[in-house]
């Protein structure tokens, strides 16, 4: 839903989409809405379930993505002409921000439960929490989104990748332009957000030619716990992985050239 609504704004390919995709999109959300024979289905309390039981768990990541991809639905029913259900999407996405800011934020830890489960809230630092500042739009406002930044950047980041969980030695390089893109929507596109992405991105760049072949592999795995950025990695698993080449991409197109032919056209 999200690369529909990007393909269709970015291209104006609103009859292609109309006719091929929107119907399947809404469908999709109405499965989920009600329920699939997976075990995902609206909680009680208005998030996303995943299992059944003592197994029912409402995560942080998967409830951000269903965030972003009502908000999406939202908007791509009104450029299509559909402006009813277009409300009535973004209304959803409104109240499930409600929600998630409610239940899933830790004040504690400055950060974002793992997830809500039957015995109660699951702590810790999950590099897939980023998808609650990294997508478009964000489902944390500003102040919550540099505080989990902060959290994420001090128990995962190296200039590899973020680690899985705090002291892991495997790092996953294909969240680096989430967290990038995090940063930058979360201190206001400003100059020296920008800046500091672009830092991140060079470091990142000379991780992949000292430890890879210069472009991401699917994991790095780390010598030791210690971590500097002279220490022995070696890559783990495919040595290119598809996933973090298309976000890195995907990051430098809308987060970095786009805004800067933005800023041009406005100049």
């Given at each position: 839903m999200l690369a529909t609504e990007l393909f269709a704004r970015r291209a104006g390919e609103h009859?292609?989409?109309r006719r091929a995709l929107y119907s399947s999109l809404e469908q999709v959300i109405?499965?989920?809405?009600?329920g699939t024979g997976l075990g995902v289905h609206l909680g009680e309390d208005g998030l996303l379930v995943a299992g059944e039981g003592d197994r029912?768990?409402?995560?942080?990541?998967?409830?951000?993505?269903?965030?972003?991809?009502?908000a999406a639905?939202?908007?791509?029913?009104?450029?299509?002409?559909?402006?009813?259900?277009?409300?009535?999407?973004?209304?959803?996405?409104?109240?499930?921000?409600?929600?998630?800011?409610?239940?899933?934020w830790d004040e504690e830890a400055g950060g974002l439960f793992v997830a809500i489960g039957?015995?109660?809230p699951v702590r810790g630092a999950e590099p897939s929490q980023l998808l609650a500042a990294s997508l478009s739009p964000p489902l944390l406002g500003a102040p919550e989104a540099q505080r989990l930044l902060a959290t994420l950047e001090r128990e995962?980041?190296?200039?590899?990748?973020?680690?899985?969980?705090?002291?892991?030695?495997?790092?996953?390089?294909?969240w680096t332009p989430h967290f990038l893109a995090a940063w930058i929507r979360a201190h206001g596109r400003s100059a020296e957000a920008e800046a500091r992405a672009l830092e991140g991105m060079s470091r990142f760049a000379r991780a992949l030619e000292l430890h890879a072949t210069g472009v991401p592999?699917?994991?790095?795995?780390?010598?030791?716990?210690?971590?500097?950025?002279?220490?022995?990695?070696?890559?783990?698993?495919?040595?290119?992985?598809?996933?973090?080449?298309?976000?890195?991409?995907?990051?430098?197109?809308?987060?970095?050239?786009?805004?800067?032919?933005?800023?041009?056209?406005?100049?």
């Amino acid at each position: 839903m999200l690369a529909t609504e990007l393909f269709a704004r970015r291209a104006g390919e609103h009859e292609f989409v109309r006719r091929a995709l929107y119907s399947s999109l809404e469908q999709v959300i109405d499965r989920f809405r009600a329920g699939t024979g997976l075990g995902v289905h609206l909680g009680e309390d208005g998030l996303l379930v995943a299992g059944e039981g003592d197994r029912a768990m409402a995560r942080a990541d998967l409830n951000a993505l269903w965030y972003a991809a009502q908000a999406a639905m939202g908007q791509l029913a009104k450029a299509l002409g559909h402006k009813q259900s277009g409300a009535f999407y973004l209304a959803w996405a409104r109240d499930h921000q409600t929600r998630f800011r409610e239940v899933l934020w830790d004040e504690e830890a400055g950060g974002l439960f793992v997830a809500i489960g039957p015995s109660g809230p699951v702590r810790g630092a999950e590099p897939s929490q980023l998808l609650a500042a990294s997508l478009s739009p964000p489902l944390l406002g500003a102040p919550e989104a540099q505080r989990l930044l902060a959290t994420l950047e001090r128990e995962l980041a190296t200039p590899a990748g973020l680690r899985e969980a705090p002291g892991a030695r495997r790092i996953l390089p294909e969240w680096t332009p989430h967290f990038l893109a995090a940063w930058i929507r979360a201190h206001g596109r400003s100059a020296e957000a920008e800046a500091r992405a672009l830092e991140g991105m060079s470091r990142f760049a000379r991780a992949l030619e000292l430890h890879a072949t210069g472009v991401p592999p699917e994991a790095f795995e780390a010598a030791s716990d210690a971590w500097s950025s002279e220490a022995h990695l070696h890559y783990a698993g495919e040595p290119i992985s598809l996933v973090a080449s298309a976000e890195l991409l995907r990051f430098w197109v809308e987060e970095l050239d786009h805004a800067a032919v933005a800023a041009a056209a406005t100049a």
